[in-house]
């Protein structure tokens, strides 16, 4: 593994991370890759999401400092940031469900966008040097359901309480950086907007994957929304590499403090549901799912969104690594991996395996991150 980082470990080696999140899908994977480049990992998060979680089953518990933290108390992410040192910050802890939000905006306003000031607020007086990617989502753009890819200067927004508390954690990103950090030398802060994330681990609720996996594990049909609602697929290792290249670059490029960046795949990778349940049943036996989009849904839920990532390729030579079809086959086989009764590899090791894989195919593509 370390042979195939060369730079990402150059950076990481040996430093304090701390990540907010960490028991989450995103957060439990970014944990993973950064401990296998031997970071020292502190997560904070008020809970393990959901039953089972890609943290446990991969026993994050026993390699990173694992803590219960909610993000609102402005005063104990203080204390933690102050005593601890972090050399870097990746802040993933959200509300991170559309449905959820409407069920408990206020709730998901508090967490996402009162959340994410707590941790900027926790370094206005922070006199170590530190690097803090604060990551939003693809969400947090005013999606009018364009067919061309949203770039980093468009419009902030949303329909749904979900997409606007985003947007509200971005406005209140970009006040902290221009008040309190924008002189500050020793604070360096970027944004990262990623969305439609898929791998093994994942099992939210209300989420395709997830609610696929749970079904087709039980030989049960699933029920399908919008089958026809296309989204830029991506696996999780897509955008984390993202986060882990603009982490790396913001420690040494000054002028790209404050500025935001898309991860997202290349605009030809938008699917349909269906499309990615038909790559699904290439590798899962006794796929059945059921269209259940005739039937009333009270909740908006929108049928097109790209990203356009120029901006990532310019200035920070990061670009997607997998094809459609190698994101599939990814998150197809860690699941397979993990309800597999015989010959079955452990979770961690499998995953380890899996972001190997990952590094050397963005190696042989020549991605800068990987060499």
């Known amino acids: 593994m370390a042979n195939n980082t060369n730079q990402l470990e150059s950076i990481y080696k040996g430093k304090t991370i701390v990540i907010t999140g960490h028991t989450g899908f995103k957060g439990s994977w970014l944990s993973i890759w950064l401990t296998s480049l031997g970071a020292k990992v502190i997560g904070l998060s008020i809970d393990i999401p959901c039953q089972p979680s890609n943290f446990e089953v991969n026993k994050l518990k026993d390699l990173i400092d694992d803590r219960r933290v909610d993000i609102r108390e402005a005063k104990k992410i203080r204390e933690i940031m102050h005593k601890e040192k972090p050399d870097f910050i990746f802040h993933l802890a959200a509300q991170a469900l559309v449905r959820r939000s409407y069920e408990n905006p206020l709730d998901t306003i508090l967490t996402n966008a009162y959340g994410s000031s707590s941790i900027l607020d926790a370094l206005r007086n922070y006199e170590k040097k530190v690097t803090v990617v604060m990551i939003t989502s693809d969400k947090a753009y005013d999606n009018v359901e364009w067919s061309w890819g949203y770039r980093e200067t468009d419009t902030l927004g949303g329909k749904d309480p979900y997409s606007a508390s985003k947007g509200m954690a971005e406005l209140a990103i970009k006040t902290y950086i221009e008040s309190f950090f924008r002189k500050n030398n020793n604070i360096t802060i970027g944004i990262a907007r990623a969305g439609n994330v898929i791998g093994g681990g994942d099992w939210a609720e209300d989420r395709i994957i997830p609610d696929c996996i749970r079904s087709w594990s039980k030989n049960l049909p699933v029920d399908i929304r919008n089958p026809h609602a296309t989204r830029p697929w991506q696996h999780v290792l897509e955008p984390l590499s993202g986060y882990l290249a603009l982490g790396a670059a913001l420690t040494s490029q ?4 404050g500025e935001a960046f898309n991860f997202g795949p290349s605009v030809d990778q938008n699917y ?32 097109l969104l790209k990203l356009n990532c120029d901006k990532a390729l310019a ?11 190698e994101t599939i086959s990814m998150t197809a086989n860690w699941y397979k991996n993990y309800y597999e009764k015989k010959n079955k590899q452990d979770i961690y090791e499998f995953s380890i395996k899996q972001i190997s894989e990952y590094v050397s195919l963005a190696s042989k593509k ?3 991150w990987s060499i």
């Open 254 to 257: 000054q002028d790209l403090h």
């Open 366 to 368: 020549g991605i800068e």
């Open 315 to 325: 200035l920070l030579n990061w670009t997607s690594t997998l094809k459609f079809n």
């Open 272 to 303: 349909s549901v269906k499309e990615l349940i038909n790559e699904m049943e290439k590798y899962w036996d006794n796929v059945s799912w059921n269209d259940v989009s005739n039937k009333t849904e009270e909740f908006h839920e929108a049928g």
